[in-house]
C-alpha cells in the first residue's frame, strides 16, 4: 500500500502521522516492535497492542485481508478495542500504526 492509498484508508494525513509517531514508541532500543500477534485464523490477525496514554493498558485489533492483494482492497475488515476503534469511516491510530507497519515501514 502505498502513503497515498494509506491516505485515503485512513480517512486523512492525521491519522497516517499519528500512525507513524505511534510506531515509533512501540519500538524497543533493538528495533523490535513491541506488538504480540497471533495468527490461528486464515487471513485475519489478531493483534495485542500497548496503549499511548494508559502504561498497563493493551487494546486487542482485528485485522481481515486478502491474500496477496495490493493496495486499499486489500484490507477487508478491521475493528479495535478502544474507544475510537468503533468508527465506521476511517480507523483508530492503533490499526493505522499496524497496517503503516506491515504494507509500509517494514519495506523501507
Known amino acids: 500500500m502505498t502513503e497515498t492509498h494509506m491516505k485515503i484508508f485512513f480517512t486523512g494525513s492525521y491519522q497516517l502521522s499519528q500512525a507513524v509517531s505511534y510506531l515509533v514508541e512501540m519500538v524497543d532500543k533493538n528495533g523490535k516492535l513491541n506488538i504480540e500477534y497471533v495468527k ?8 495485542k497492542v500497548p496503549s499511548r496514554h494508559i502504561s498497563r493498558a493493551t487494546y486487542r ?3 481481515r485481508y486478502k491474500l496477496n492483494s495490493i493496495g486499499v482492497s486489500g484490507v477487508t475488515y478491521y475493528a479495535c478495542e478502544c474507544t475510537n476503534g468503533r468508527r465506521t469511516i ?19
Open 40 to 47: 490461528d485464523e486464515k487471513n485475519v490477525l489478531k493483534l
Open 61 to 63: 485489533c482485528f485485522l
Open 90 to 108: 476511517g480507523c483508530c491510530s492503533h490499526i493505522a500504526a499496524i497496517i503503516y507497519n506491515l504494507s509500509y515501514a517494514r519495506y523501507c
